[in-house]
């Protein structure tokens, strides 16, 4: 529920409700960590507490939506299976994204990525095989 404070007679300021506050200090910490040590861990945490479409803004100024995220993610740690997948499924289809190590890949390059990091992950098997047609391989590492 919601506490309102009285400031003045005709006038109401609403504060966040407990739990609105505890995510908002969540953001903060995610936000914190991946300025001060570019965490990988972070920028995935941070990216699933946001909705699609939402946007943080960084120490640094800049403003990330969540499949910025995730190839700050990527960045941070260029074996992050989770960051792959993820970035994978939030992907148009017809959409590419633009690495920091200059590569442009689409969602079956990303799942090819996600393999390369985990060579055990049967979903990043699975929606690659959904994103192939008929005939067509794909070649892993």
Known sequence: HTHTHTTHPHTHTTLPTTAAA???DEIQRCVDAICNESSSDACMEL???LARGETVQLHDGRVLDNKQLLVE???SNPNN???YFN???VLGAC???RLHDGRVLNKKQLFVETIRCNVDDGDAYKNLSLLLVPGET???H
């Open 22 to 24: 505890a995510a908002m």
């Open 47 to 49: 990216c699933q507490m």
């Open 73 to 75: 993610a990527i960045r």
């Open 81 to 83: 299976s989770s960051a």
């Open 87 to 89: 970035l994978g499924l």
């Open 95 to 97: 959409e590419r994204v």
């Open 138 to 140: 794909v070649q892993l």
